[in-house]
């Protein structure tokens, strides 16, 4: 096995270095260029791209497809997995063949339930959950088997990630789960969109104390508001995602036309009311369809890989 | 005693038994036939049972993890609504916020719902599950 794809992310977390990670918003092409061009724009701010697997249940350009593209612009992705449309069969093909094209990082999730998209009539697999999605793949890693047992010719070289959303309930339970989530194979995590400061420190505070104060990386999931409208959509349609009202109202303020540089300027405080708690490793910034923000975000908290290396 | 303490006890009453019982009877047809008929006429109208038969009741709070709609046995999606509620099912409670509220509730399984829970067997499905893991046979 070569090096040559060994995973950036990993060693930065592991050496301790705060990290930024972003979004690309997976464009509805048949074309590598209208990815590659999105990727482009957020490759000088961040260490690592995530790319979603269909998210919100609606088909978008394919995960091993688009990390594959990022590679070939050497640009490290980190892939999503979720459990909805696969089962062990499907998922341990598709990460093995993810990792021969470069794919290092793989990120599991639960997934939307179809209900969420633009296909609702769809059957939905759930064969694995978030959980067992990472035991399985860190069985592969470990073992350089499949469940069944049968070999691969050697071991994969994953560095796994998984999800944590404090902001929803049961949220005595989330420091545990993630904890669970490290058992079972995820050496780091990225948050959901985080817009309440308050609710994510105490869960920092119990996931401190779990862990006598060596957590494993958590990355704040952050991400700007284009508008108040586009706020209360995100309240509405994504799933886990909880915005307080004085976020919307605050950006309400604003007529229509500014609310965009609100909605920067809500997230930049977001930001740097985190980056210095202890426990957060980095920040990920999901700036869905509006790639051009992260530069702003970056920039303005400081967090630029010049400002953030040294 | 409350209902999940109450759940429990019961629980705990048919392992006993049935640990004694199904070692012995899990290879006899009408045993088995009446395992799974018994299973599906209690489980079913208590805890919505699916009969997966790999049941776990007993991690999760006595609240049973197939009921969530994405069947989820490790704890909770990041879908669940501010009030409790499931992504998929506005209405419903969330199965996984109930099973965290009643796991603190028991007595001796507090914090089994902990422990990682294998992904399921679906060969197993509708059949015993007290002799799936008593029993120890397919």
């Known amino acids: ?310 | 005693m409350n209902k999940v303490r109450l759940l429990e006890f019961t629980y705990l009453f048919c392992l006993k038994i049935l640990s004694l019982l199904v070692p012995v009877l899990s290879e006899k047809r009408p045993f088995i036939g009446f395992m799974v008929a018994s299973e599906k006429a209690l489980k079913k109208p208590l805890f919505g049972c699916q009969m997966c038969g790999q049941c776990i009741l007993h991690y999760t709070g006595m609240v049973c993890p197939m009921g969530c709609p994405k069947n989820l046995r490790n704890g909770p999606c990041g879908g669940v609504r501010s009030d409790g509620n499931c992504e998929i099912k506005p209405n419903m409670n969330c199965t996984w916020v109930r099973a965290w509220d009643n796991s603190t509730q028991m007595m001796v399984f507090t914090e089994s719902i902990e422990e990682i829970q294998t992904e399921l067997d679906h060969s197993l499905s509708g059949t015993s599950a007290w002799i799936n893991e008593l029993g120890g046979g397919k």
Request: proline fraction near 5%; include cysteine; charged fraction near 20%.
């Open chain 1, 1 to 310: 096995m070569t090096n040559k794809h060994a995973s950036n992310l990993a060693q930065r977390l592991e050496t301790g270095l705060f990290t930024v990670t972003a979004e690309v918003t997976l464009p509805d092409s048949i074309e590598k260029e209208a990815l590659a061009s999105r990727a482009h724009i957020l490759e000088p701010y961040c260490d690592a791209i995530n790319i979603t697997d269909s998210t919100g249940a609606v088909p978008h350009f394919s995960n091993i497809a688009a990390a594959s593209i990022l590679i070939e612009n050497n640009i490290e992705p980190i892939i999503q997995f979720s459990c909805r449309d696969r089962n062990r069969i499907a998922t341990q093909a598709d990460v093995i063949g993810a990792h021969a094209m470069g794919v290092r990082n793989i990120f599991c999730v639960t997934g939307d339930g179809v209900q969420t998209g633009d296909h609702p009539e769809a059957k939905a697999v759930f064969d694995l959950d978030s959980v067992t999605l990472l035991t399985t793949i860190n069985h592969l890693k470990t073992t350089g088997k499949f469940l069944s047992g049968r070999e691969l010719d050697s071991k994969p070289d994953f560095f796994l990630g998984a999800a944590v959303n404090p902001f929803v309930p049961p949220f005595e339970q989330r420091a545990l789960r993630l904890l669970k989530k490290h058992r079972a194979g995820a050496s780091f995590f990225q948050s959901q969109y985080c817009f309440d400061i308050s609710r994510f420190e105490s869960f920092l505070l119990l996931l401190l104390e779990l862990t006598n104060g060596s957590p494993p990386p958590v990355l704040v999931g952050v991400g700007p508001l284009r508008s108040a409208r586009f706020a209360r959509w995100l309240t509405e349609n994504v799933p886990g995602v909880a915005i307080p009202d004085h976020i919307i109202n605050q950006i309400e303020k604003y007529p229509e036309k500014e609310q965009k540089k609100a909605g920067i300027e809500a997230c930049v405080k977001i930001v740097e009311g985190v980056k210095n708690l202890t426990g957060v490793a980095g920040i990920h910034i999901m700036a869905h369809d509006w790639e051009s923000s992260v530069s702003e975000i970056v920039e303005a908290t400081g967090l630029t890989k010049t400002g953030r290396n040294n």
